[in-house]
């Protein structure tokens, strides 16, 4: 809060800085505050809707550089000719993994990956919730 | 850890500082209550600055957003009315001085609004309020009193907030309160004659 000079008129001035104050405050309801208060909250809404909405057309476009890149650089090609290379080997460790653990299912790489997969996505799920509750 | 959200029957007991933390945890319905609370003082302080109901309410529903994604800086040391009024009140600076609607520093403050004549105190039986008072003020002098006293910025807050000399704002503050005392005090010595009977 400003403050006047010292001196004699220092209590006068004093008591009608803090009666300004005080009437600054004492501020009258508007009729429409339900209203203004909606239109803040339809406003931060549309905010986050705009922002979700840019991240996943950001994230779309990306992908599909990047997707774009791969075939084109034909990294693809030599990621194919890895795979069935290293074929012999997931196949022996399947059978060893079978031998420890018989599930009494028919295990093949697309159900370890897949079960990979799905393992990351919920360590991610439950990193970020997490996150969010710290 | 997260908080649970406050029920909507408990919103309205609920104390700011309480609503403030729900806010910053991302409860859209609290920070709604704190609006609802307080939407009408900053709104109110910014047609006090000088800014017509429109851009007020412009201005207000934007302070209020940002409010809402810098919550975590609200440590509550004051009020969040205080808090989310400085915010209000600065962007409502920035933008007249966008518009330069008039340069703070040249502004001579002699001013004679229409329809008022600043010279003439109200006769003693009549005491306006302070939105009728604040029209006898020049624009910058209403700028800078409602800063001071409405915002509680200091003298050198509404400075650097309006770009303008230290000096210059505490003259405006200064001729500003001398009007406001002679329209809101009728006799012309609010304070004075209390002090001398005291």
Known sequence: MATMGSGARQVPDNRFEFRLGRMFAEAPALPDAELFRLRVLEKLDR???ARRLLIGVMGAAGGLVGAVQLVGSGDLGALAALSARSDAYAQRLLDQFATVAPLGVPVAGEVLLTAAVLAIIGAGFGLARLIRDI | MAMAPITRERLAGAHDLELTAQAAAGDRAA?????RRHGSAVRALLRRMGAEPAAADDVAQDAFLTAFERIAEFRGEGAFRAWVSRIAARAWVRRWRREAQIDVAADPGEFMPSGLDAAVTPAADTRIDLDEALKALSPAERLCVSLCYGAGLSHGEAAAALNAP??????????????????????????QRSAASA
Request: aromatic fraction near 6%.
């Open chain 2, 31 to 35: 920070f709604g209550e704190l609006v």
């Open chain 1, 47 to 49: 905010g986050w809707t």
């Open chain 2, 166 to 191: 230290l000096g210059t704002v505490k003259s405006h503050v200064k001729r500003g309160l001398d009007k406001l005392r002679q329209r809101l005090s009728p006799d012309g010595d609010d304070g």
